[in-house]
């Protein structure tokens, strides 16, 4: 289980640029609204140097990372719900994502249009969110209008369609669906099913001019406003300048962003943060043969765990053998790790942690 993130904002805003850059899958970038029209998808290998360590100690010739699936999804503007633009073609898309990475133009260029004529992150966002709030408000008046009708023959479904009115009535003071006071009950009944567009984690990808990537500007600071009262992330970017680190061998690319003052490129911290926003955590299957990643959601118990290698792992489990990261790094052997008392046996009730090299064992 990787993730799936679906790259949105105006026309122009740089998305496109971005995904090239990130997936080096090739979709098109031109000064111009609507280039992309089908979705661009492309998957991106997530760097980890935990892989690397654990590679050395077990000397594995086969490594499987985890990895990031990016949608590139056609530039919306005003009035996409009732169909302008792509319309309902973009927003179909969107459905089918589980995370949103909302690109805002925060630079200025005379050269690259804005579909509005200027730059305005706060106009930006809110154009957006208005567009799949009144979508989500036409899934929600569906799903009331079947249940009113359900409920005048059995009372048992009033509960649900109180529900969708009190979700419409949120909807339609411009709030979106994931603020929304909802118990766990209704979550698990009837929100989570209507897979609302406005109910799906978004982080905020600013994008600017390489000259500003460490020290932002007042487009990002506005951008910051929102998120903070939103309690959403924000991540800094230039499009331009992932597009020259994606062009250059891997063994170059940390010299050329030490170089522009970065810790980290931009796509380690949209991974970084998606990972977090999604609540996602990477355990490790390491052995002479093959280290590989994977990802599981954070809460999860040891034989969810052995249920993502295979669904026969989760159905026999019996017990998992658990070491951590940090202690395989510091005493660099199993064995080391084994004498020092710090291989657990867990069972059933065990909540995996984040770095966790686990061996289980199950029925077959």
Not at 10 to 35: D, M, Q, R
Not at 67 to 94: M, R, T, Y
Request: charged share 30%; net charge negative; proline share 3%.
């Amino acid at each position: 289980m990787g993730f799936n993130c679906g790259i949105v904002g105006l026309p122009n805003v740089g998305k496109s640029t971005l995904f090239n850059a990130i997936t080096a899958a090739g979709a098109e970038a031109a000064n111009y609204p609507f280039c992309t029209i089908e979705p661009n998808v492309g998957v991106v290998l997530v760097a980890d140097e935990r892989i690397d360590k654990l590679v050395a100690i077990y000397n594995s010739p086969k490594i499987v990372p985890s990895s990031i699936e990016f949608v590139d999804i056609a530039g919306l503007v005003k009035g996409a719900s009732k169909g302008e633009g792509l319309g309902n073609q973009f927003l179909s898309h969107i459905r089918d994502v589980d995370a949103i990475a909302h690109v805002v133009r925060c630079f200025d260029d005379p050269n690259v249009i804005h579909v509005d004529g200027s730059v305005d992150p706060k106009r930006d966002i809110e154009v957006i969110e208005t567009e799949l709030i009144l979508k989500d408000l036409e899934t929600i008046e569906k799903k009331q209008q079947d249940a009113d009708r359900r409920a005048k023959s059995d009372k048992k479904f009033k509960p649900e369609a109180d529900f969708y009115g009190k979700v419409k009535e949120h909807l339609a003071t411009g709030r979106l669906a994931r603020y929304a006071s909802v118990s766990n009950d209704e979550e698990r009944l009837w929100l989570r099913d209507m897979h609302l567009l406005t109910n799906k984690p978004v982080m905020y990808v600013c994008n600017v001019h390489e000259k500003e990537i460490t020290t932002g500007n007042a487009y990002v600071e506005r951008v910051r406003e929102i998120a903070a009262k939103e309690g959403a992330k924000v991540v800094v970017v230039s499009a331009a300048v992932e597009a020259e680190v994606a062009e250059l061998p891997a063994a170059d690319r940390k010299e050329f962003l030490d170089g522009l003052g970065l810790k980290e490129s931009g796509l380690q911290q949209v991974v970084r943060e998606g990972m977090d926003l999604l609540g996602l955590i990477t355990f490790f299957t390491a052995g002479p043969k093959e280290v590989h990643a994977w990802t599981l959601r954070k809460g999860a118990m040891a034989p969810e765990a052995a249920g993502v290698i295979h669904t026969d792992f989760e159905k026999g489990f019996i017990r998992a053998e658990i070491m951590k990261c940090d202690d395989l790094f510091r005493l660099k052997t199993e064995a080391a790790v084994k004498s020092a008392g710090l291989l657990h046996v867990e069972g059933r009730e065990y909540v995996m942690e984040d770095g966790d090299i686990c061996h289980f064992l199950f029925n077959v």
